[in-house]
């Protein structure tokens, strides 16, 4: 079975870098996770995001504060929801209680693209557009986004979405993973960002465990 972002990336897959491969190919057949740990150099945020990010850390969706060599993790857990191949992308930030950034992956055929649904409750939703650079980096960006309450989606205008963009490369010299994001907005300018490094070991995981399950398994 193809994984989340095999089918997202189409034929870019192979121009990726082998261990970037090797971390985004697991799929829920696999009965495996990808564990990530390491540092951000830097977390950093425009003060005037202050109350949506304060209001982001009762969903798991972004949090205030910031810090330089901040100890950090990410869990990726393939999981079937519903006969449907999905992706859980937990990530913790050693900057205050229970910091994390959770999102809900899956490829969505009438997009060609991922849909990202983010936070404990996945109610903010955006497509995720995936390619690989000529170093062999994974590059991501943003396109639409939603609102999702019960089965009414309110599409969210240019003006007011979070613009993403994600660089994830390999370091060959260090062994280890470099990520770069930030998020911005049209009219605040940047809003959000980290970089740093991690290192990664691959588990047993049969299925999406309690602590990294969103709080509604619904649909997508």
């Known amino acids: 079975m193809k994984s989340v972002f095999e089918r997202a990336l189409g034929s870019w897959y192979s121009d990726l870098h082998p261990a970037i491969q090797n971390r985004y190919a697991l799929a829920s057949t ?28 009762s969903r798991n969706l972004l949090f205030p504060e910031t810090g330089t060599d901040v100890p950090f993790q990410v869990r990726t857990t393939p999981f079937d929801e519903s006969g ?58 943003t396109g639409d986004q939603w609102f999702v309450y019960g089965h009414r989606s309110i599409a969210i205008p240019r003006p007011l979405r979070a613009e993403v963009t994600v660089t994830e490369r390999y370091d060959d010299d260090r062994d280890r993973f470099e990520i770069a994001v930030e998020i911005s907005n049209p009219l605040v300018g940047f809003v959000f960002g980290y970089d740093g490094w991690f290192t990664v070991e691959y588990e047993d995981c049969p299925g999406l465990r309690s602590e990294d399950a969103p709080a509604n398994l619904g649909e997508i």
């Open 30 to 57: 696999d009965n495996r996770r990808c564990v990530g740990q390491g540092q951000m150099r830097s977390v950093r945020r425009n003060r005037l995001a202050l109350p949506v990010l304060w209001a982001g850390t």
């Open 84 to 141: 449907v191949e999905s992706v859980a992308y937990i990530r913790w930030f050693d900057v205050g209680p229970g910091r994390r950034f959770d999102a809900y992956m899956q490829y969505d055929e009438d997009r060609d693209c991922i849909v990202d649904a983010l936070g404990t409750y996945r109610t903010l939703r955006t497509e995720l557009r995936l390619s690989a650079t000529p170093t062999g980096a994974l590059h991501i960006e």
